[in-house]
Nanobody, 121 residues
Framework: QALLVESGGGLVPAGGSLRLSCAGR??????MGWFRHAPGKEREFVAG???????CYADSVKGRFTISRDNAKNGVYLQMNSLKPEDTAVYYC?????????????????WGQGTQVTVSS
């Protein structure tokens, strides 16, 4: 069972960068995703990475965010550059036992507690 713990959130000015980390046991056995949830909005897929390190991004973050994984360290990361105020949200790491990347939150089996990202204008 994957117990996921996110870290790396914080307050950053627009145009700044943050790197989120997700740690958990046996993450190498899962496809991984990052989602975000802003007040008044639905939970949104941000990025995903398969067990073979194929990646997928939401259009809103493509070219600015990079997802990666280090299976030896059981870690998954989200490098966020050129941050915008609309990126403000609680960011969640999730693990899926399904093969390949899925953008649908209900296909993920395990979730972290979330980390707050706030981008000031």
């Amino acid at each position: 069972q994957a117990l996921l713990v996110e870290s790396g959130g914080g307050l950053v000015p627009a145009g700044g960068s943050l790197r989120l980390s997700c740690a958990g046991r046996t993450l190498s056995s899962y496809s991984m995703g990052w989602f975000r949830h802003a007040p008044g909005k639905e939970r949104e897929f941000v990025a995903g990475i398969s067990r073979s390190a194929t990646t997928c991004y939401a259009d809103s973050v493509k070219g600015r965010f990079t997802i990666s994984r280090d299976n030896a360290k059981n870690g998954v990361y989200l490098q966020m550059n050129s941050l915008k105020p609309e990126d403000t949200a609680v960011y969640y790491c999730a693990a899926s036992s399904k093969i390949g990347i899925t953008t649908k939150y209900d296909r993920y089996d395990y979730w972290g507690q979330g980390t707050q990202v706030t981008v000031s204008s």
